[in-house]
């Protein structure tokens, strides 16, 4: 596609429930990236994927929050048990190559209540 | 440790003012990437420009100018005679030379008062 695609742009999720928040790269990137913006706040590193290797993990604040590219293009952000804590724009971005520039999508909104 | 402080937390200017928008970064790595997005209310990040750290010249882009000085790890954004498209919270990044992984600042809320 033309730029990162996100979905859904917004999720209301009950306390407790589990879910999966979806990324469509921009065609041939092999770097992809997710954060996590709270309100007021800049992004929050959560994980980076070259190709199909989760490279780093480092960001994700729980053993709740799991992150796969099994094909190394769509990426799937899970969050398990979901908390109020866990309200905030999901961002994903991918980039052509590390240290180039990434193009972010338009994020998802997780609301949990 | 990457850090990037962007120590104005909201500017407000008059259209047609110039503003300029400060970013300090820290880093041990002599080969690092700098970068500035824009985030209007819609909420995705554009990206504005990339600059690696061998590079040091500015950098003018029609309304918009950049100030890279290793001296004091710096990188700050210009924008002559401001348009009220834009307001937005402007974010400075810093990328190690492994690119993987973005260090934010807290951003800039600019808005343009016509």
């Known amino acids: 596609g033309a730029g990162v695609s996100q979905s859904p742009r917004y999720k209301v999720a009950k306390r407790g429930q589990d879910v999966a928040l979806r990324c469509d790269p921009i065609?041939?990137?092999?770097?992809l990236f997710w954060y996590q913006q709270a309100l007021g706040q800049g992004p929050e590193f959560l994980t980076y994927?070259?190709?199909?290797?989760?490279?780093?993990k480092s960001g994700l604040p729980s053993d709740r929050f799991f992150a796969e590219r099994p094909e190394g293009s769509v990426s799937t952000l899970k969050i398990q048990r979901t908390q109020q804590e866990d309200s905030a724009v999901y961002l994903c971005?991918?980039?052509?190559?590390?240290?180039?520039?990434?193009?972010f999508g338009q994020g998802t909104r997780l609301t949990v209540v | 440790a990457q850090k990037v402080t962007q120590a104005q937390t909201e500017i407000s200017v008059v259209e047609k003012e110039d503003v300029t928008l400060d970013c300090v970064y820290e880093?041990?790595?002599?080969?690092?990437?700098l970068f500035w997005y824009k985030q209007p209310p819609s909420g995705e990040l554009v990206f504005l420009i990339r600059?690696?750290?061998?590079?040091?010249q500015n950098e003018i882009s029609g309304r918009y100018s950049w100030n890279f000085q290793k001296s004091t790890s710096s990188f700050n954004f210009t924008i002559t005679a401001s348009q009220v498209v834009d307001s937005a919270v402007y974010f400075c990044?810093?990328?190690?030379?492994?690119?993987?992984?973005?260090?934010f600042g807290t951003g800039t809320s600019l808005t343009v008062i016509p």
């Open positions: 971005a991918s980039s052509i190559l590390p240290g180039t520039e990434a193009f």
């Open positions: 065609s041939g990137h092999v770097s």
């Open positions: 994927f070259q190709n199909e290797a989760q490279l780093d």
């Open positions: 880093t041990r790595d002599t080969t690092y990437y």
């Open positions: 600059r690696n750290s061998f590079d040091e």
């Open positions: 990044a810093l990328s190690d030379r492994t690119g993987n992984q973005f260090y």
